[in-house]
Nanobody, 123 residues
């Protein structure tokens, strides 16, 4: 089992920045690739970014490319999502997830999910 706890969400003005974190506990964190997703009210959960276990393979959704940066610190069992140039449409609950196999693009590949952290961007 892997337990994931997101933190760092909050209210920010459009154009501002925020960093959300996801702390993992349980099994060896470095065995897992990690992803960030978000879900806005009335919308489906959306893939944002993926990072491989060693940080060498990173993928972003087009909607956040150039604005968001995913990173991880295996010594701290934590993955981060730095969000810059935030827009009101970035308002959502942000989730981290861990996967051991499968594909970064398939939500079903992710074995463990956090409870989410709310990010609200005001205009």
């Amino acid at each position: 089992q892997v337990q994931l706890v997101e933190s760092g969400g909050g209210l920010v003005q459009a154009g501002g920045s925020l960093r959300v974190s996801c702390a993992a506990s349980g099994r060896t964190f470095s065995n897992y690739a990690m992803g960030w997703f978000r879900q806005a009210p009335g919308k489906e959960r959306e893939f944002l970014a993926h990072i491989s276990w060693n940080g060498l393979n990173i993928v972003y959704a087009d909607s956040v490319k150039g604005r968001f940066t995913i990173s991880r610190d295996n010594a701290k069992n934590t993955v981060y999502l730095q969000m810059n140039s935030l827009k009101p449409e970035d308002t959502a609950v942000y989730y981290c997830a861990a996967r051991h196999g499968g594909s970064w693009s398939a939500m079903s590949s992710y074995d463990y999910w956090g409870q989410g952290t709310q990010v609200t961007v005001s205009s």
